[in-house]
């Protein structure tokens, strides 16, 4: 099975051609082509590649399947006998991508 540790927005994502996965939201429309270069492991049938901080000559192509936002969260802020009650939520918007494809140069 051939996978990578692709870093987008800061955080790691583990990615292998044909899965989808959810990253921080990218300002590129439904259906472009999006190349995420920074890759950081890469396993394949050769063995383990691990970069310093990144392997170079890697690249992960990927199809934006759409924009969808993640679960509500809601963050109560209480105390006691001080009448403060501040109520506030948020949601988190993801983009969903598909990968087309690990190249390896």
């Known amino acids: 099975m051939k996978y990578v540790i692709v870093e987008s927005g800061g955080k790691q994502y583990k990615a292998a051609e044909g899965a989808t996965i959810e990253?921080?939201?990218?300002p590129i429309e439904v259906g472009e082509q999006v190349v995420l270069e920074s890759v950081l492991l890469v396993v394949d049938d050769n063995g383990?590649?691990?970069?310093?901080?990144?392997?170079?000559?890697?690249?992960?192509?990927?199809?934006?399947?759409?924009?969808?936002?993640?679960?509500k969260v809601?963050?109560?802020?209480?105390?006691?006998?001080?009448?403060i009650r501040v109520k506030n939520g948020h949601r988190q918007q993801y983009t969903k991508l598909l990968v087309n494809s690990i190249v390896v140069e």
């Open 23 to 26: 990253v921080d939201l990218l």
């Open 74 to 83: 809601i963050v109560f802020k209480y105390r006691p006998k001080k009448k």
């Open 48 to 71: 383990v590649k691990v970069g310093t901080p990144e392997v170079s000559g890697v690249k992960l192509k990927a199809t934006v399947v759409s924009h969808i936002k993640g679960p």
